[in-house]
Each structure stands twice: as structure tokens, then as C-alpha cells.
């Protein structure tokens, strides 16, 4: 509360001292890029992340975004955030079902969309980063991603004058630690909410569900709900839903235990028109074939969802309704969004 | 545009006397003590990348990066009464002497008796996002495909590892549950540490390396020359290096 006082004091004194510099006080804001704000869409859970130890500004965001995009954070200035997680596919990567890093090395893993991060309660597949502020180091120094130092990345960005300005802007100084780094990427990643969707519509009153979409949000509620929790879509529980085993362990690479073998974190479902191909491994290229799995190609092993053990049934026609609700959730508005574009 | 270098003044002014009043080296006034570490291997001064030597099941080895976490360091009174130390975080890195010791400041005057610390990094700065300081993942004690700090690392080499290269890798993580390899040590002085205004007295304390592969679970390096993931193996290496230091002597 103190906090936000100071705030609202804050920008007021901000505001005015803009004022008196201006010749023309009548003179209208023009909205920038950079008017960034994060808010807690209505009926959704509160977030995970609430920007509360790393303020949400203007410039914090504004960096973090060329951070994003920015190919320096490689070793051989390649390759940037934006490679694997491109905005017009709702930040995810879809010309390889797995990421595809420095040296034209492939990773073990699909990159997943980017959006609503700040619900997560945590990063990855096997959900090994415990912290969002924790996540950009990783694929930085990923040796098939980035493949980068810490040092090598903070001497470059120190190498250049603007970079050393914006850190200023952003933190009140130029200096530039791993810290900042980390905060002002999040700045960014952070505050990409998707909340625009036709079913957001249809939630807030000012849309309606065709015939089909709502026989197919009834479906829905019945069959995958469970795991895809509304309103995010994913309950960011890890589970096994009968993919092909192969050597990933998933979630069992982080704790070890074998209860956990081949549970991978409920991705959303929201954006999937964007985000093919799909799994963990991206080894689906269709929702009506995600659609396949589900009803006839469910692997049996000890760590299967209980839920999937009979397989899920669905009649051709189930399917297309699942899949006309499938696409309301898709959100056009966001992955055009000019202030998540590269700057 | 006045009003602003006015304001300006006012904040500068605001800002620096806050500095003033936070800055411990206020000579003579302060009360401190300072922790300095020593590393050893049985009674020999580690010596990185030069010596040879033994451990508890006869391998011999060499040592090159040698690297742990001393944190939440308390200073404890006569009359039970504790001392804190705030941000107590430090990196003891064996390859950089001015890392070796640290001034803990503003330690209210008296008589202490013991000293007690974690060896690692508590489990809330594991999971409470971007750290910096000590904690900057830059240090190379940070494990980022599975969040959290390494608390102590060994690498070596030794003529019966059974790795490529004849290496020896011990980075000790963990830090929840049955895997955490956290570990609390308390020491009493061997004479009592008397703090007073303008003194800086040194609490030397010494460490052993041996202690790692030898009490209660012997080390086989053949056996077990590369362990880098949070597990029982760690805990065991843990086990035995929470008994590794001991307080030489007060100066």
C-alpha cells in the first residue's frame, strides 16, 4: 500500500517535471510502445509473480524487450530469445519440433509458447527452474542454446553506451549485473499477458459461443479440464498423458523420483493455432491428432494419469466440437501486439 | 525547470546521508570482528593445483577448484544472546585469498563464546529469484537446469578416478527434503572473543578438505568420480564435511 503512494507521488512528481519542460502544456501524450502495465485479468487466479521485488516500468520493460531480442546473449551474436520464441507464433518455435540453438545444434526439447508467465509456478518441462527471475540465465548458458557466459554477455552490453543508459533508466544507475539482467528480461517476458481470446470475450459478456463451440466447451469441462484448468488452461501440475517413453524423464530429472518418470507440466492450451507442433518433444503436428493420442494412442506405463488409463473417449464429431472450442482460445490480438514486437 | 535542481539538491542530499549513516568502516566507533579461513588437507595447507594428496581410502588427488558458501553467521554471548549477521552471505573461493575473510560490523560489545554458521545457502535465497553480491550465478555456484545454488564444489584429479581425463567432480546441491545437503556448524572459541569499540578482533578458523571423503562415508573416487546432481551420494560428502572446521585461534 505504501508502496503504491509512493508511486502514485512519484509519477505525479514525475508527470509535472515533464510539464514544466514542455512549451506546450495542452500538448497530448502520443501512446508509445512502451506503456506497459500489469493487471490481474478478472475472475483469473492471482499471479505467482506480482513484480513486487522488481517494479514494472516503462524503461525496465523497454529493456527488457531489446534484451529479448537481442542476438548478443549468444556466444557468436547468432542467436537471441526472439530465435526460439518468435511473437507471431504466441513466442513459441515452430519450424523445428525441437529448439534450435547456436551452431545449428538441436536441443532434446519443443520451445514453448511464451505468455501468461507470471502464473507459472514453474519454467520448463520438468519445471527444474523453480523462479521466473531464474529462467533467462538458463538458456544463456544452455550449451546447445546459447551457449554464452555471464561475464562474456554483461562485458558486451557494457561495451555499448546505450546499453549502459537504458540500465540507468531502469535501475537508477549504469551498472550492469547479472541481477539486472535477469529482472529486466522479466520485465518483459513477465508482463505478456493473453487474455484477448474469443473465450475471454464470451467470459466478460461481450461475445457469445457459437452452437458447436459451446457443445465442445461442454466437452471440455468433461475430458480435459482436469489437467487444462480454466482459465489458464493448465493447472501446472506434471503428469504423464501416454506419449511415446523415450529417454526423457521429465519431471524425474529434477527430483530423482521414480514416481515422477515421464511426467512433463501441463502445457496451456490457449494460442495452439500458433504453436504447433506439440509435446514436449514436438512430435504432434495436428490438434486433430493430439485429438488421435488422446482417444486411441494413450501409451500404458506405471507413471500414467490415472485419468487416462481407459484412453478418453470422443466421436468424430466430439472431436471437431473440442476442436471449434479449441480455437476460441486462440488470441489474435497479442501475438500483433506492437509492444512485444522487436523494437 | 528551478524547482527541479531543487529537488534534485534535496534528493542528493537525502541519499547521502543515508550512505553516511549505513557505512560500517566508521573508524574507530564500530565494533567488528572478522572470520578468516584457512583450508587445509590433514595438517598440510592446501595448495591448489600443485599438491598431491591422500584421502581416507588411499586415492591420491589434486586439487584445482575448491569453492563453498558460508552463510547466516552468528556470533553467540556468554550470556546466550546472539549477534546476526545481516546479508550474511559469503563465498570462500580457495583460489582468491581476499575471499577468504570477512568483517562482520556494528557487533554489540561483549563476550562470546561460539560461532555458528550454515555451509551453503539457505533454501529461501534458492527459490526467491535473481540474487546478487555473493550469490551472483556469475560465481559459477549456480545450477540453472535445476534452480539452486551449489553449496560447496570440489574438482580435482586423481590417478584412480574412472572418468575421461582422470577428474574428480563434487559440486554439492540440494536444498530441500532428503536431498538438501545444508548443513549447521557451531564452533566455540577456544579462548573468548571479547568485542570492543575500535578493535577488530580475527576468529581464524581452519578447514579441512580430508573431512569430505573420509567420516562416516569413505570416498572411493574409482567408485564415484563424478557426482553433480542432488542425491544421496551428496548427502553423504555433506555428511561428512559438516564436522570439517575448527577454531584455530582469536587475534
Not at chain 2, 527459490?127 to 551449489?150: R, V
Request: net charge neutral; proline share 5%.
Amino acid at each position: 500500500m505504501k508502496n503504491r503512494i509512493f508511486l502514485v507521488v512519484f509519477s505525479l512528481v514525475l508527470v509535472c517535471n515533464l510539464w514544466s519542460c514542455h512549451t506546450d502544456p495542452l500538448l497530448q501524450p502520443v501512446p508509445k510502445n512502451t506503456d506497459i502495465s500489469f493487471v490481474q485479468p478478472a475472475n483469473w487466479p492471482t499471479p505467482n509473480y506480482n513484480f513486487q521485488n522488481n517494479t514494472l516500468t516503462s524503461d525496465g520493460f523497454a529493456l527488457g524487450r531489446r534484451l529479448f531480442y537481442d542476438t548478443r546473449l549468444s556466444i557468436d551474436n547468432t542467436i537471441s530469445c526472439a530465435s526460439c520464441h518468435e511473437q507471431t507464433t504466441a513466442f513459441a518455435q515452430i519450424d523445428h519440433p525441437t529448439s534450435h540453438g547456436v551452431r545449428n545444434q538441436l536441443g532434446n526439447r519443443n520451445s514453448p509458447a511464451l505468455f501468461n508467465l507470471a502464473w507459472h509456478t514453474s519454467f520448463f518441462w520438468d519445471g527444474g527452474v523453480n523462479h521466473i527471475e531464474n529462467q533467462p540465465i538458463a538458456p544463456i548458458m544452455n550449451p546447445v542454446e546459447m551457449d554464452e557466459t555471464l561475464p562474456n554477455v554483461i562485458a558486451k552490453l557494457n561495451a555499448d553506451p546505450t546499453y549502459r543508459q537504458q540500465f540507468k533508466n531502469a535501475f537508477g544507475t549504469e551498472e550492469i549485473n547479472t541481477q539486472r539482467l535477469q529482472k529486466a528480461i522479466v520485465q518483459f517476458m513477465g508482463a505478456i499477458v493473453s487474455n484477448q481470446s474469443k473465450y475471454d470475450q464470451v467470459k466478460n459478456g461481450k461475445a457469445s459461443f457459437t452452437a458447436d463451440e459451446q457443445a465442445g466447451y461442454v466437452l471440455f469441462q468433461q475430458k480435459c479440464n482436469t489437467c487444462h484448468a480454466e482459465p489458464l488452461f493448465t493447472d501446472f501440475s506434471f503428469r504423464n498423458n501416454g506419449m511415446l517413453i523415450t529417454l526423457d524423464s521429465g519431471r524425474a530429472h529434477i527430483t530423482g523420483l521414480a514416481s515422477d518418470r515421464f511426467k512433463f507440466k501441463v502445457p496451456s492450451l490457449r494460442n495452439l493455432n500458433f504453436t504447433k507442433p506439440y509435446m514436449h518433444n514436438g512430435s504432434i503436428a495436428s490438434i486433430g491428432a493430439v485429438l488421435d493420442h488422446y482417444t486411441s494412442g494413450i501409451v500404458q506405463s506405471p507413471t500414467l494419469d490415472p485419468s487416462l488409463q481407459n484412453q478418453i473417449t470422443l466421436s468424430a464429431t466430439d472431436k471437431s466440437k473440442l476442436i471449434a472450442f479449441l480455437n476460441t482460445l486462440n488470441d489474435y490480438e497479442f501475438v500483433k501486439d506492437v509492444r512485444f514486437k522487436q523494437p | 525547470m528551478k524547482n527541479n535542481v531543487i529537488l534534485f539538491s534535496l534528493l542528493c542530499l537525502v541519499l547521502f546521508s543515508c550512505i553516511k549513516k549505513d557505512d560500517p568502516i566508521d573508524a574507530g566507533l564500530s565494533s567488528n570482528a572478522k572470520v578468516t579461513f584457512s583450508n587445509f588437507v590433514g595438517n598440510q595447507p592446501l595448495v591448489l593445483q600443485s599438491n598431491w594428496y591422500l584421502n581416507a581410502n588411499g586415492d591420491s588427488f589434486k586439487v584445482n577448484v575448491y569453492k563453498y558458501y558460508i552463510t547466516n553467521v552468528k556470533l553467540t554471548k556468554s550470556d546466550a544472546s546472539v549477534y546476526t549477521e545481516k546479508d550474511s552471505y559469503h563465498l570462500i573461493n580457495e583460489a582468491d585469498a581476499s575471499s577468504q575473510s570477512f568483517v562482520m560490523a556494528d557487533v554489540p560489545e561483549g563476550t562470546y563464546t561460539s560461532i555458528s554458521f550454515l555451509i551453503g545457502v539457505d533454501s529461501a535465497r534458492n527459490t526467491s529469484g535473481a540474487q546478487t553480491g555473493a550469490l551472483d550465478p556469475i560465481n559459477g555456484m549456480f545450477w540453472t537446469w535445476n534452480s539452486g545454488y551449489i553449496m560447496a564444489k570440489f574438482e580435482g584429479v586423481s590417478p584412480q578416478s574412472t572418468s575421461t581425463d582422470k577428474t574428480v567432480v563434487y559440486h554439492l546441491g540440494g536444498f530441500s527434503g532428503a536431498t538438501s545437503v545444508l548443513r549447521s556448524v557451531t564452533l566455540s572459541f577456544p579462548t573468548s572473543l571479547n568485542i570492543k569499540k575500535g578493535t577488530t578482533p580475527n576468529i581464524h578458523i581452519d578447514g579441512d578438505v580430508a573431512e569430505w571423503f573420509s567420516f562416516p562415508n569413505v570416498i572411493d573416487f574409482a567408485q564415484k568420480p563424478l557426482l553433480m546432481t542432488p542425491g544421496k551420494d551428496l548427502v553423504n560428502i555433506a555428511d561428512n564435511y559438516q564436522d570439517m572446521f575448527k577454531v584455530n585461534h582469536i587475534d
